[in-house]
């Protein structure tokens, strides 16, 4: 594995196979190696960016905190076989960088954390220009996220094709995170209960699902109530727990057929968020 800390450097990648760009923020878990081993199995070359992008985080958030582990990423980098690894310095990678505006910022994730997608996608647009990879791999734990940046490259004209990667979740269904690394493991246990509320929600959809119509909506729309009543009871602080539509991220309407359930809640602290995406034939 090659390691670029300058911009300057980024010319030595080679070129000879299409590259898949697989951006992170480090302390890497089998999610962010499940990206690099499908960058790989689509015979890509992998550049792995590790940075923590400072633009993301909101002024009570954990920034300071945020788990830093470099050793230990940077092997399971090299036992993956990634074939570089960009380690930017902030003050160069800031240097003339564009501050965008995000799509989709005012919806879920968006209302509670202002400003955090367009750090997002701003970093996102920097290494793109610096990089022109062909390929940019996203996880889909981060759902709005990968739609924010597909919906970038899309309104932008960029020719970086967007790749998704399913979301790794623990034995007992928790999305893997890095910030799950601040709960304890009893703690990952009780976090799970979020993953097993979405299964709950997208079981009654396709019990309801026969029964179309309004009631099809309302009958779902109380489910969600139900279950974020009964996680707020058990300690979580539920942000929102919602079924929208999977393109707009908007509350669904009778018509969609591609719909996400999707929840952000802090639990011991923690924000976690988790979502299932499902297709409905309607009609
Ligand atoms: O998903 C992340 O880790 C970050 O949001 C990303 C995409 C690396 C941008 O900083």
Not at 46 to 62: A, H, S, Y
Not at 67 to 88: A, G, H, N, T, V
Not at 155 to 181: F, Y
Not at 222 to 233: E, H, I, S, Y
């Amino acid at each position: 594995m090659e390691i670029i800390k300058k911009i300057g450097d980024l010319n030595n990648v080679k070129r000879s196979k299409p590259l898949a760009l697989i951006p992170t923020m480090g302390n890497l878990h089998q999610g962010h190696l499940s990206l690099l081993k499908k960058a790989k199995t689509l015979n890509l070359a992998t550049l792995v960016t590790i940075f923590v992008n400072p633009l993301q985080f909101g002024p009570k958030e954990d920034l300071e905190t945020y788990p830093r582990s470099l050793d230990q990423d940077m092997e399971k980098l090299i036992e993956e076989d990634c074939d570089y690894l960009f380690l930017p310095k902030k003050k160069e990678l800031f240097e003339g960088i564009k501050y965008l505006k995000a799509p989709l910022s005012d919806q879920l994730c968006g209302q509670n954390r202002p400003g955090h997608f367009d750090g997002v996608v701003t970093i996102v647009h920097r290494f793109l220009e610096l990089i022109k990879p062909e390929f940019c791999l996203f996880g889909q734990k981060d759902f709005q996220q990968q739609l924010v940046i597909k919906n970038h490259l899309e309104n932008e004209n960029l020719p970086t094709k967007l790749i998704l990667g399913p979301t790794v979740r623990d034995k007992n269904g928790l999305a893997l995170s890095s910030r799950n690394n601040y709960l304890t493991n009893k703690e990952q246990e009780e976090a799970a209960q979020i993953f097993k509320c979405l299964k709950i929600i997208s079981e009654t959809i396709a019990i309801n699902k026969s029964n179309g119509g309004e009631d099809f909506l309302i009958k779902n729309l109380d489910a969600c109530k139900k279950l974020k009543n009964q996680l707020q009871k058990k300690g979580f602080d539920v942000d929102y727990l919602e079924i929208v539509n999977a393109n707009t991220l908007k509350k669904i309407t009778v018509s969609d057929s591609e719909i996400l359930i999707a929840i952000a809640a802090n639990f011991k602290g923690v924000r976690l968020i988790d979502n299932i995406y499902l297709e409905l034939p309607f009609s």
